[in-house]
Nanobody, 115 residues
Framework: QVQLVESGGGLVQPGGSLRLSCAASGSSFSITVMGWYRQAPGKQRDLVAAIVNGRTTNYADSVKGRFTISTDNAKNTMYLQMNSLKPEDTAVYYC?????????WGQGIQVTVSS
């Protein structure tokens, strides 16, 4: 079992920055892929960024050049640095981890970009 807890969301003005954190616990040693997803009201949950084995990264086209995904293995934590935020980035952001053929989700955290 893997437990995931997100933090760092909130309200920010357009053009601003936020850093989301996802702390993993439990059998976190078995995690191979971690990612951030987001879901806006009335829309499906979409992949924002993913990182494989702490190295290979993948980003949605809409966030390339603005968001950066990273991990700190010593802290069992994944981050999403979000810069140049836009109103369309407003959504609930979810942390996801894939470990031992199972997918785990955090509870989600709200990010609102508004003036």
């Amino acid at each position: 079992q893997v437990q995931l807890v997100e933090s760092g969301g909130g309200l920010v003005q357009p053009g601003g920055s936020l850093r989301l954190s996802c702390a993993a616990s439990g059998s976190s040693f078995s995690i191979t892929v971690m990612g951030w997803y987001r879901q806006a009201p009335g829309k499906q949950r979409d992949l924002v960024a993913a990182i494989v084995n702490g190295r290979t990264t993948n980003y949605a086209d809409s966030v390339k050049g603005r968001f950066t995904i990273s991990t700190d293995n010593a802290k069992n934590t994944m981050y999403l640095q979000m810069n140049s935020l836009k109103p369309e980035d407003t959504a609930v952001y979810y942390c996801n981890a894939y470990a031992a053929s199972r997918s785990y989700w955090g509870q989600g955290i709200q990010v609102t970009v508004s003036s």
